[in-house]
């Protein structure tokens, strides 16, 4: 598509629950990038697809969180277990290699009751 | 891990003043870029600018790598320009951004 697609664009779920978020990046970015954005903690990496190469996981707050990407293209962040301090804007990034500019998804907006 | 400081933290003006955000990083970079979130969250890459300067329209960026800042200009400012503006670079690696904690600015007409 001509940009990064992101769904849900909201999600309200209970604690405890399991939640995907997925990213459609824009074809043929090889970068892929997961980014949350909350209030007081500003832009914080969480993790970064590269290609085929393994993923760079070192900001992802806990075990809880993990993430995938198949076939080099589409990417799901899944949070076990949700707790209130998961809510949040999740949002995508790609780019056509390491050293191009970022285009960003919407977000999805997820909100922990 | 780098640190990225941008000054003002707020902004207001007035439509057709002229504004300058300025981006501090503690380390060299080979990659900057600046993003402008609407009012409605969306993040639009505004410029890829490791070093040198760049223009697109009414908006215009200089970074000096060798003095570690980078700056962002806006003429002619319109209500729509109103959002907060990031600078990021990466935290030794080529990709992994660290952002600043933005400018917000107001443009009122």
């Known amino acids: 598509g001509a940009g990064v697609s992101q769904s849900p664009s909201n999600k309200v779920t209970e604690k405890g629950k399991d939640v995907e978020l997925r990213c459609d990046p824009i074809?043929?970015?090889?970068?892929l990038y997961w980014y949350r954005q909350s209030l007081g903690q500003g832009l914080e990496f969480l993790i970064y697809?590269?290609?085929?190469?393994?993923?760079?996981k070192s900001g992802l707050p806990s075990d809880r969180f993990s993430a995938e990407r198949t076939g080099g293209s589409v990417s799901t962040l899944t949070i076990q277990r949700t707790q209130q301090e998961d809510s949040a804007v999740y949002l995508c990034?790609?780019?056509?290699?390491?050293?191009?500019?970022?285009?960003f998804g919407s977000g999805t907006r997820l909100t922990v009751v | 891990g780098i640190q990225v400081e941008q000054s003002p933290p707020d902004l207001i003006l007035q439509e057709g003043a002229n504004s300058t955000l300025r981006c501090n990083f503690s380390?060299?970079?080979?990659?900057l870029q600046w993003f402008h979130q609407n009012p409605w969250g969306q993040l639009i890459n505004l410029f890829y600018?490791?070093?040198g300067t760049k223009q697109n329209g009414r908006l215009s960026a200089t970074t000096v790598a060798t003095e570690r800042y980078s700056l962002l200009y806006i003429s002619s400012s319109q209500t729509t320009d109103s959002g907060v503006y990031f600078c990021?670079?990466?935290?030794?690696?080529?990709?992994?951004?660290?952002f600043g904690k933005g400018t917000l600015l107001t443009v009122n007409p």
């Open positions: 990034a790609s780019s056509l290699g390491q050293l191009d500019g970022y285009t």
């Open positions: 074809s043929g970015h090889t970068a």
């Open positions: 697809f590269q290609g085929n190469s393994a993923p760079d």
């Open positions: 380390d060299s970079v080979n990659n």
């Open positions: 600018i490791p070093s």
């Open positions: 990021a670079a990466p935290g030794g690696s080529n990709y992994k951004l660290t």
